[in-house]
């Protein structure tokens, strides 16, 4: 069965894919004619002159603007349509907070512009601080990461922080063998040994081998709650003292805080650091490398390591930096951070209130919930817990009657969504992850779940419409880890055989996680 693909309604998919428009002699523009003084022959030392005139791609604007558009609606966003990649919270943005961070007074400031020019912005992120506080039952927050994982790496540098100053050298952080990527490489990167506490059957933290793994030489733990499998870490409070017990701290990965907001609150379960990614939960487009912002949260008593400077409201009213107190770490990241990002989810929390954040998590974990009733018939449920904002389907049976995740994954292209998260989390065999979040109508979740069914009724019709899925998409099946790591993004004129530099030869098996 070829069913329409979004793409295929904007004429773009009969056209065959050509990249080389360049003609001898085709010009988008031309330069005016000099009418300066030439510079002076010895302006630019000798060795660095160009003696040939560059081989740039010669192309009309017409052919030029074409070929865009054209490869723009080849690609697949969440203003397209439906994307349910488990643990990346593809949620559609408002373009309400794309209208606040296009505001001239935030647009064009200058990060070094003085701070009597700057009381608005300075005012926007000491109230944007309270409001994740808020959410977060933490007392400080820096702004400076620029991500999850960076939040990460600071958020480990100040537990460091936090036990050098009392003397106490520690070597190892936990983590479940369930985490997120990111964090056994945050916790290499910050210096640390990783210890890896295993998962129960049932999906949760095995509390008996996690008491056998403490000592005075684990700094603390590392973890997200709802997990990396969708389920709420029920023994959350006695993990908490645990770790405390021990002298170690808690670090809670807060890429999953779109289940729990203004439900509960990570510092009421005993986490000591937070990391929020306000790209996957306070509105800000991603998926595409573009920037993010992921602040750290802390509780008081690990505040003066923040890295600094920090936006501070002072006594008189008016807004200022504070530089710390001489215990900062110091700054991950220019200025205050992505700025830009931040007025985004200061507009997107604003817009909301405290009512509408909480209904977004309702709806997140009521949509997940919805989605695994309408599958878990076909497909196998990982775990049999109910699922917070996000479940692990395993497609144990399919494999088993000729049809692997990867199969599956690729013919939902077909019918138009975007596939979930495969092979991850690593513990899961056959593994596909779903987060449908919260801004998904009942329709679209009814449209994916009748599609999924379909594809697994398909594995016993017709096999081969999955082993050799997409049909319908421009590009059928990469080498993934390849198209990321080697991919050809600069023009070479035709018959230039420099070679290009290329990252790795990396050609991984189907089997990589592909989040
Ligand atoms: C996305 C995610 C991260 C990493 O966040 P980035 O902004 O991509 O660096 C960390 N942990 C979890 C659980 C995530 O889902």
């Not at 397209?80 to 505001?103: H, I, Q, R, T, V």
């Not at 690990?302 to 920090?310: E, T, Y």
């Not at 329709?443 to 069914?453: C, P, Q, R, V």
């Not at 880890?481 to 993004?489: I, K, N, S, Y």
């Amino acid at each position: 069965m070829k069913r329409a693909q979004p793409h295929a309604a904007l004429g773009a998919e009969d056209e065959p894919l050509v990249f080389e428009r360049s003609r001898p002699g085709r010009r988008a523009g031309r330069m005016p004619v000099l009418d300066v003084p030439p510079a002076p022959a010895d302006a630019i030392p000798e060795g660095l002159r160009r003696v040939t005139a560059p081989r740039l791609p010669e192309v009309a604007e017409r052919d030029l603007v074409t070929h865009y558009t054209r490869l723009s609606h080849r690609n697949f966003g969440i203003d397209l349509g439906f994307y349910p990649l488990g643990s990346c919270s593809m949620k559609y943005n408002p373009k309400l907070a794309e209208d606040a961070a296009a505001l001239p007074g935030f647009r064009r400031l200058h990060p070094l512009q003085p701070e009597s020019q700057t009381q608005g912005v300075l005012q926007m992120l000491v109230e944007l601080e309270q409001t994740l506080c808020a959410l977060t039952g933490m007392d400080a927050v820096t702004f400076q990461p620029a991500a999850g994982a960076h939040g990460e790496l600071t958020g480990l540098l100040i537990m460091r922080a936090h036990h050098e100053s009392r003397g106490d050298a520690r070597r190892r952080v936990i983590i479940p063998d369930s985490a997120h990527g990111t964090n056994p490489a945050s916790v290499t990167f910050a210096g640390y040994e990783v210890a890896t506490v295993p998962s129960t059957t049932s999906g949760e933290v095995d509390v008996d081998a996690l008491r056998g793994m403490v000592s005075d030489d684990v700094a603390g733990l590392m973890i997200t709650n709802p997990n990396t499998v969708g389920l709420f870490e029920t023994r959350i409070t006695e993990i908490a003292s645990i770790i405390h017990d021990a002298g170690g701290l808690l670090y809670y990965d807060g890429a999953n805080l779109n289940a729990i907001l203004g439900h509960c609150r990570p510092g009421d379960m005993g986490f000591d650091i937070v990391h929020m990614n306000l790209h996957k939960t306070f509105a800000t487009p991603h998926g595409g490398g573009g920037p993010g912002a992921g602040p750290l949260a802390v509780s008081s008593r690990l505040a003066s390591f923040l890295p600094a400077p920090r936006p501070v409201r002072r006594d008189d009213g008016s807004y200022g930096l504070d530089l710390g107190d001489g215990n900062s770490i110091g700054r991950v990241h220019s200025f205050l951070g992505n700025v830009g990002i931040l007025v985004r989810a200061s507009s997107y929390a604003r817009a909301l209130g405290r009512e509408g954040l909480k209904s977004v998590s309702e709806h997140a974990v009521l949509n997940a919930n919805y989605l695994s009733h309408r599958l878990r018939g076909a497909y196998d449920l990982a775990y049999p817990g109910r699922p917070m904002h996000e479940f692990v389907l395993t497609a144990r049976k399919q494999k088993a009657r000729g049809a692997r995740a990867m199969d599956v994954a690729k013919r939902v292209i077909d019918y138009g969504f975007h596939p979930p998260t495969v092979y991850f989390p690593l513990i899961v065999d056959e593994a596909m992850m779903c987060e449908p979040t919260e801004t998904e109508s009942v329709e679209t979740l009814d449209a994916f779940a009748d599609a999924m069914l379909a594809i697994d009724a398909e594995i016993d019709s017709d096999p081969d419409l999955l082993h050799d899925a997409p049909q319908t998409a421009p590009i059928r099946r990469p080498d993934e880890a390849r198209a990321a790591r080697d991919l050809r993004a600069r023009w070479y004129p035709p018959n230039d055989h420099t070679p290009h530099p290329s990252a790795s030869s990396l050609a991984g098996p189907e089997d990589k996680p592909s989040i």
